[in-house]
């Protein structure tokens, strides 16, 4: 059974940053990939960051130079690196597993069949 679990949001001012974990059990990180995806209220869940076992990586391009994506194969955790922080991050963000893939030419997956709960991250102007 595959659990994946949130921390770190959690409210800053533009500009600051914070860093988000997904302890994740069930579900090592060879062979598969691991992802963190937004929603913010009325709108759809966007992918922000993914890694794949071999440490592909992809972003989505607002945060590209911002958020840094990362795992510890010896903790189990997946970790988001968020720098430089802006309102429009504003969201709940989740932590997302998938079994058996790739992350190919930086392009963003979309077929995710694990999910954590989510954390809210809010940032004031």
């Known amino acids: 059974q595959v659990q994946l679990v949130e921390s770190g949001g959690g409210s800053v001012q533009a500009g600051g940053s914070l860093r988000l974990s997904c302890a994740a059990s069930?579900?090592?990180?060879?062979?598969?990939?691991m992802a963190w995806f937004r929603q913010a209220p009325g709108k759809e869940r966007e992918p922000v960051a993914q890694i794949d076992g071999e440490g592909n990586t992809a972003y989505l391009d607002s945060v590209k130079g911002r958020f840094t994506i990362s795992q510890d194969n010896t903790q189990n955790t997946l970790y988001l690196q968020m720098n430089s922080l802006e309102p429009e991050d504003t969201s709940m963000y989740y932590c997302?597993?998938?079994?058996?893939?790739?992350?190919?030419?930086?392009?963003?997956?979309?077929?995710?069949?694990?999910w954590g709960q989510g954390t809210q991250v809010t940032v004031s102007s």
């Open positions: 997302a597993a998938e079994r058996w893939c790739r992350i190919l030419r930086g392009i963003l997956r979309y077929d995710y069949g694990f």
């Open positions: 069930g579900i090592t990180f060879s062979g598969n990939c």
